[in-house]
């Protein structure tokens, strides 16, 4: 747990480091794994190696069961990467996020994403008991006061810090859209320090909640970065059955509908890539 | 088993807190009616225009999840309405309280059955983990 005896310090939150000095963060995310072989693990990302800035290692991703966030993560920081290691609440009571998050920390893995997940009738186990001890505005605080405040939620004190940049993520595109940007200050004041949006097609509601959060961090002195990610549909355009690729996201992605000229767009990319 | 400190005050929301409170049975059924409440014993009802949370199949206390269907339903159920969008459109319309939708404290464990009137008097509903205070 002692982030700063480590060495390495240039690689320290370098994703915090970019988000608040406002440069553009190239960010990929991992495809699910599932496989134990951490070989085949790096060279799933391998041909990304110099070209973004973190990779995010989902967690248990649509309630499938894969390998753990922060193996992969550890994994993706032993051949180079920053590592993103993702933190859901659905499998993993207080106690097992808590020794996670430590874990991960005492691993080298510095940026960690909090998030609800999504419930366990989504994925392959659907009679698996889902957890939701704390939802995921509890959990980033919790995350950040292990960091600065050094003691567990009980109070008890920890011997030492873990050195981590917290996300969070935020669906401007889910209902009640109104409410989308008073939950993301809400994280925001719980301690998000990044944060990432689903994937976004429709810029003008991606601009008015924009200009709804940058309001209310500004007023409440905030200043998290803010990313926009395209990059899941990336995942769905180049899967190698192309028209499969194109209906996961008009039947996955908020927002998708409505884009004619996207879905066109994505087709021709698709068909390129394969 | 058993080797909690004695110096330790005993975890709330279970062991002796089981003993129902004084007007515990008209409680619940009156909120059982009015609001399909499940007695968590933390009610923040006030401030989710009278949308009981817990009746969210992932049990969120601040706010909804970003699964919520196009539509306004719920990720779990599709048929039924996402408790927080319902909660979030009620209270714009409550005269008090508006969009008062606060940073909840981690609820504590199992709270089926307990009353929140008593927990309102007693203060139970208002004590959160040391690790929770800044």
Known sequence: MSGSGTGEPERRAALGAIASSGRFAVTAEMPTVDTADPAAIASLVAPLLGHVDAISCTDNSGAHAHVSSVAVAKVLLDHGFEPIAQFACRDRNRLALQSDLLGASALGIRNICIMTGDDVTAGDHPDAKRVFDLDSTQLIRIASELRDGERYLSGRALSGSPSYTIGAVENPFAPPMEFRPARLAKKIEAGAEFVFTQIAFDLDVLGRFMAQVVDRTARARRHPGVGVRPGIGARGAVHPSRSRGTAFLTKSCAGWKGFPETVRRTRVFASRAT | ?134
């Open chain 2, 1 to 134: 088993m058993g080797s909690a400190p004695s110096s330790q005050r005993p975890p709330t929301g279970v062991g002796p807190e089981a003993r129902p409170a004084p007007g515990h049975r008209r409680e619940r059924k009156a909120k059982e009616a009015a609001f399909d409440c499940r007695m968590c014993g933390q009610c923040i009802l006030h401030s989710t225009g009278l949308t009981c949370p817990m009746r969210c199949p992932k049990e969120l206390r601040n706010g909804p999840c970003g699964g919520v269907r196009r539509d306004g339903s719920c990720e779990v159920y599709p048929d039924r309405p996402c408790v927080w969008a319902l909660a979030w459109r009620r209270s714009q319309r409550l005269p008090l309280w508006r969009s008062d939708i606060h940073h909840v404290q981690p609820r504590r464990p199992p709270v089926g059955g307990t009353s929140s009137w008593a927990s309102f008097v007693t203060g139970r509903d208002r004590i959160v983990p040391d690790g929770w205070t800044r």
